[in-house]
Each structure stands twice: as C-alpha cells, then as structure tokens.
C-alpha cells in the first residue's frame, strides 16, 4: 500500500516514420506535475514534426521499503519512467508510471509496451526528496559468512554388499 502519491499528467506524442511496416508511431514524451483540466487525448499545440497529445493522467506511488531506490533515481538525473501499450484505436493506453529505477527496468520484460526513460519535473523531484527525507531509514549491509563443511561427511560411502 502507498504511503504517498502524487498525480502526473503525461504528453504523447504522435511522430511520422520512413518505414515499410508503419507511417508513425506513439510514445510518451513529458511528464506533467499536475494533471490539466482537460480531456485525455486532446491535442496541444504540436510542431510539424509531431502531434502532441495530452495522454492522460496517472499516479506515482512512494513505498517507505523503496527509499533507498528513490535516493539513487534522484543521485543521478532524476526520472521518472512511463510505460505504454498499443490499443485497438491505433493509439496508446497509459500502463505505468514510476520513479523507481528497478521498477522502471522491470516495464521493460513487456515487449509489447513502449517505455520511455522521461525527466522527472522539480515538483515530482520536491516530493520525492521529502518523501525519501522523512522516511528512509539506512539499513546496515549484512554479509553471510559460509559455514565450511567437515570434509570426511562429503567424502564417498564404502560398498555396500546386498543380503540374502
């Protein structure tokens, strides 16, 4: 169960391809820090290159177990990874959003999904680094020490004659 959300708007963006087995495809390209009073899928303003689609919206969650993963998403450049599918409209449904780095590797397994690696807003960032400040509790690494085993019990058993 979450101990804390946080509502994302995400942009999808609708780009032309030069290839044989299809004219454009779809992936997401921003992530929003509050979700605008709009419909899904209304378009915004767009470039000749690409369409720009407001996707839709999702919610990111923050675990306490997961602190420490948070900090190392937010050591580097922070991000938050999105995941969507193809659907039968020729468009794409909203899957997944984390700020969990192994979580967002994990989105990747699906072959059918499209995973994109997105900036991580500052107002996600605050959140998360107040979330991580209030709950990360560091735990010490413990390294299992190997018993070593008595050579004569691995050793092999003498024949064993049958009876009558």
Do not use: C
């Not at 602190?67 to 449904?93: I, K, M, Q």
């Not at 979580?103 to 107040?130: C, F, I, K, Q, Y």
């Amino acid at each position: 169960m979450p101990v804390s959300t946080f509502p994302i708007g995400v942009v999808i963006a609708k780009r032309p391809l030069k290839s044989l087995w299809a004219d454009h495809e779809w992936l997401a390209v921003a992530v929003l820090p509050e979700v605008p009073p709009v419909e899904p899928w209304t378009r915004l303003p767009s470039t000749t290159a690409e369409e720009l689609y407001f996707g839709g919206a999702l919610v990111l969650e923050a675990h306490t177990g997961d602190t420490a993963f948070y900090r190392d998403n937010l050591a580097g450049t922070p991000t938050v990874w999105v995941s969507v599918r193809p659907n039968e409209d020729l468009r794409v449904d909203l899957v997944a959003a984390t700020v969990d780095p192994y979580e967002g590797e994990s989105l990747a397994d699906n072959l059918s999904d499209r995973l994109e690696a997105l900036p991580m807003p500052d107002a996600v960032r605050d959140w998360l680094a107040a979330f991580v400040a209030t709950h990360h509790v560091e735990r010490p690494f413990f390294k299992r020490q190997r018993q070593r085993q008595d050579p004569e019990s691995l050793g092999r058993r003498g024949r064993v004659e049958p009876t009558e």
